[in-house]
């Protein structure tokens, strides 16, 4: 990647359309990659999940991301000229610092089957993808791994079995493709303590080497950007690795969109960034605050010792609260352990209002040079 990145998470972008969503640009509606290639992105960010799918077929809901979904998804984006970057997640449904469940078709497996199947799998994924013509330009192994992968075998503090499972789908990569740099991403990207703990740990433990180390920074959790800014300082300083923001977003409404969703209360989750996270945020929940925070949050992580943050992903600009488009059913929930309910929890979060038209953040975007 010769260009600093401006990237996008669509992967609920096929659920969306599904259910009616629709997207505009000052009126004139269009494809939701049309347009926000329009204003700057030039790589598209996936997540995959092994098998999100019950035994009769049900999808887990959350963009439903299994491989065939997420290579219709790459294939518009090359269509259109955007490369995509591949995340993998190493399990059925959503993983992140509260959970890592093993895909149930490797439960029962001990740490070296395990360490087996995450090679196996990322290497299959990767050729599969290849012959559809859609290697990917950049490869995360694992999603949001401050608390470890695969528990409760790869869950902090195990950060042998941790090293194990991560160099795996490292392995993988490498030999499937020379050429496709490996991401290693974290959550909470102003907590200095995590990242150094984590990658001291990974290191002493013989973790293989890889390019990208990710970021997840959401203001309203994770801390000021200053303490992103002294993060990403000592990252570049003490590991000398490419910096990359592969999450972040910003509320732009407080408005409930129950309306659009057409659930009934008990079935809602609600929206993550709600007015008791919003207050810990010194940006209001307008567009225009969404605005001022991407112009701030650009120029902080631009100022990275050498230039090495190679840019940033907005988390999901296009999950409309399209009714049918939620973030987990209930049979996701019990595979996830999860109390549910469902619903969409970031519609708030958009680069697109909840009636699908672009927000002035955008033009930030567009306009942003490092």
């Not at 990237?7 to 359309?17: I, K, R």
């Not at 941790?162 to 974290?186: K, N, T």
């Not at 996270?277 to 631009?302: E, H, N, R, W």
Request: with cysteine; charged share 25%.
């Amino acid at each position: 990647m010769d260009k600093w990145i401006k990237a996008m998470d669509l992967s609920s972008l096929s659920e969306v359309e599904r259910a009616g969503g629709r997207f505009y640009d000052h009126g004139v509606e269009g494809d939701a990659m049309d347009i926000l290639k329009s204003y700057g992105m030039n790589l598209l960010r996936l997540r995959l999940w092994n098998d999100p799918y019950t035994e009769d077929g049900e999808s887990y809901g959350g963009g439903g991301c299994d491989l065939t979904t997420v290579l219709g998804l790459a294939g518009r984006a090359k269509e259109k000229g955007i490369g995509w970057m591949l995340d993998f997640h190493y399990s059925d449904c959503w993983t992140d610092p509260g959970k890592q469940t093993v895909p149930k078709a490797w439960r029962g497996m001990d740490v070296p089957q395990l360490e087996r199947a995450v090679y196996e799998y990322t290497f299959e994924t990767l050729n599969q993808c290849k012959e559809k013509g859609l290697t990917p330009k950049l490869v995360a192994v694992g999603n949001e791994l401050s608390n470890g992968l695969l528990w409760p075998y790869g869950k902090t503090p195990e950060y042998g079995n941790i090293a194990r499972f991560v160099s795996a789908g490292i392995r993988a990569v490498r030999e499937a493709s020379d050429s496709i740099p490996v991401m290693v991403h974290l959550d909470n990207g102003g907590n200095q303590q995590l990242y150094q703990t984590w990658f001291d740990a990974y290191i002493e433990n013989g973790g293989a080497d890889f390019e990208y180390i990710g970021l997840s920074y959401y203001p309203f959790w994770h801390g000021t950007l200053d303490m992103l800014e002294a993060n990403m300082k000592m990252l570049a300083k003490r590991y000398h690795k490419k910096l990359f923001i592969a999450e972040v977003s910003m509320g732009y409404t407080l408005m409930d969109y129950a309306e659009y969703e057409k659930l009934d209360a008990a079935n809602r989750k609600g929206m993550a960034a709600k007015p008791e996270v919003a207050s810990d945020v010194p940006y209001p929940m307008t567009k225009q605050g969404q605005a001022d925070f991407m112009s701030d949050f650009l120029q902080t992580i631009s100022r990275t010792p050498n230039k090495l943050c190679q840019g940033f992903c907005y988390w999901e600009p296009a999950w409309l609260p399209a009714p049918g488009s939620q973030w987990a059913t209930r049979s996701a929930c019990e595979y996830m352990g999860e109390k549910g309910p469902g619903g969409n929890e970031w519609a708030n979060q958009a680069l697109f209002d909840y009636d699908g038209h672009a927000l002035p953040a955008l033009s930030v975007i567009r306009d942003f040079q490092p």
